[in-house]
């Protein structure tokens, strides 16, 4: 049975930084990523990773901010977040998947197979 853990979310200021983690038991995966969903809005893709060649994407809104790593023999993806804004509060998500497609794709939710319980992340002014 796969289970996703994810841990280090929490209160931080405009600027600051946190990193997120999210480790998977039972099986390993081809794209390990991450979504946001803030009240009253839909699920956002923030970034995703490729398990066998390390290629990244992201979403438009944390380009540059935000560093998506795997550890493969952990089976655990990490989300690095610096520069934090206010809007970046939301629920963060992981979301994994055993499928290939193509990197269009990649940011729909419908995508992913696997998620975890999601973890707060909130942005002071």
């Known amino acids: 049975q796969v289970q996703l853990t994810e841990s280090g979310g929490g209160l931080v200021q405009a600027g600051g930084s946190l990193r997120l983690s999210c480790a998977a038991s039972g099986r390993t995966f081809s794209i390990m990523g991450w979504f946001r969903q803030a009240p009253g809005k839909e699920r956002e893709f923030v970034a995703a990773?490729?398990?066998?060649?390390?290629?990244?994407y992201y979403g438009d809104s944390v380009k540059g901010r935000f560093t998506i790593s795997s550890d493969n023999a952990k089976n655990t993806v990490y989300l690095q977040m610096t520069n934090l804004k206010p809007e970046d509060t939301a629920f963060y998500y992981c979301?994994?998947?055993?499928?290939?497609?193509?990197?269009?794709?990649?940011?729909?939710?419908?995508?992913?197979?696997?998620w975890g319980q999601g973890t707060q992340v909130t942005v002071s002014s």
């Open positions: 979301a994994f998947t055993s499928n290939a497609f193509m990197p269009a794709a990649l940011s729909s939710p419908s995508k992913y197979n696997y």
């Open positions: 990773i490729r398990s066998a060649t390390g290629v990244t």
